[in-house]
């Protein structure tokens, strides 16, 4: 900043202050891409937020609007805002499989050895959309899955992870404002359901596709650019 000093500490918070709404943006936009795609969960998520009244607290917002959480964690599942990471093996290891495969060589193996130094790619997207683990129904939006104990199978919960998910990643790199991040998405969306409606210009069959990048931009199919534009009405 022209005529401050500025030290690493606070170039690392503003850096970050900016990272979060990147990802707090898009997240946004594509829960607000799968309600007007959905008007039955639209609805719904309304008719929860107005029987419940006055804007809630953060306690409530946590644990007293089962289906606003149902809503939100069904967007971080299908729309994770980074679709990959990449870490760095930082000792040798040998990392045991589920289920058998088959090498290049054409041998099978129960595990992969892996050298110091090894990137390791982690496909955050394809983990939490894969039908293995979520069952036939991964690719579908789908919030009721976060409803009942059965919603979620076996496989799913054996994921590690905030609520099975990969979309904070997990371990001592995990993402530390994800409590946060989450109460920011259930405020701005409970305020902006409650009072405004949101259709898809051209219809709830509009197809709408992600495009590569940092961050998953939406753009309808053949059409250059990115962004979905919207039908936006006052409620009531």
């Known amino acids: 900043l022209?005529?401050?000093?500025?030290?690493?500490?606070?170039?690392?918070?503003?850096?970050?202050?900016?990272?979060a709404d990147s990802l707090f943006a898009v997240t946004l936009t594509w829960a607000l891409i799968e309600l007007s795609k959905h008007s039955n969960v639209q609805t719904r998520l309304r008719e929860e937020l107005l029987v419940f009244g006055p804007d809630?607290?953060?306690?409530?917002?946590?644990?007293?609007?089962?289906y606003l959480d149902a809503v939100v964690h069904e967007i971080l599942r299908l729309h994770p805002p980074i679709t990959e990471l990449t870490r760095v093996a930082s000792a040798d290891d040998v990392i045991p499989l589920s289920e058998p495969v088959c090498t290049a060589s054409g041998k099978m193996t129960e595990s992969i050895s892996v050298a110091k130094g090894t990137f390791i790619s982690i496909p955050i997207?394809?983990?939490?959309?894969?039908?293995?683990?979520?069952?036939?129904?991964?690719?579908?939006?789908?919030?009721?899955?976060?409803?009942?104990?059965?919603?979620?199978?076996?496989?799913?919960?054996?994921v590690q992870g905030h609520?099975?998910?990969?979309?904070?990643?997990?371990?001592?790199?995990?993402?530390?404002?994800?409590?946060?991040?989450?109460?920011?998405?259930?405020?701005?969306?409970?305020?902006?359901?409650?009072?405004?409606?949101?259709?898809?210009?051209?219809?709830?069959?509009?197809?709408?596709?992600?495009?590569?990048?940092?961050?998953?931009?939406?753009?309808?199919?053949?059409?250059?650019?990115?962004?979905?534009?919207?039908?936006?009405?006052?409620?009531?």
């Open 2 to 19: 022209a005529g401050y000093e500025t030290t690493s500490s606070e170039l690392f918070i503003s850096t970050s202050i900016i990272w």
């Open 56 to 66: 809630p607290t953060y306690d409530q917002l946590k644990a007293n609007l089962p």
């Open 125 to 158: 997207a394809a983990i939490n959309r894969s039908t293995s683990i979520w069952g036939p129904d991964a690719k579908q939006f789908k919030p009721d899955r976060w409803l009942t104990e059965d919603g979620i199978n076996g496989k799913a919960k054996e």
């Open 163 to 236: 609520r099975h998910l990969l979309t904070f990643v997990d371990g001592p790199r995990t993402c530390l404002g994800k409590d946060f991040a989450i109460i920011e998405i259930k405020t701005v969306l409970s305020v902006l359901v409650k009072n405004f409606v949101f259709e898809l210009r051209d219809g709830p069959e509009t197809r709408v596709e992600m495009v590569r990048a940092i961050l998953t931009r939406p753009r309808i199919v053949g059409e250059g650019g990115i962004g979905v534009p919207l039908r936006i009405r006052r409620h009531g």
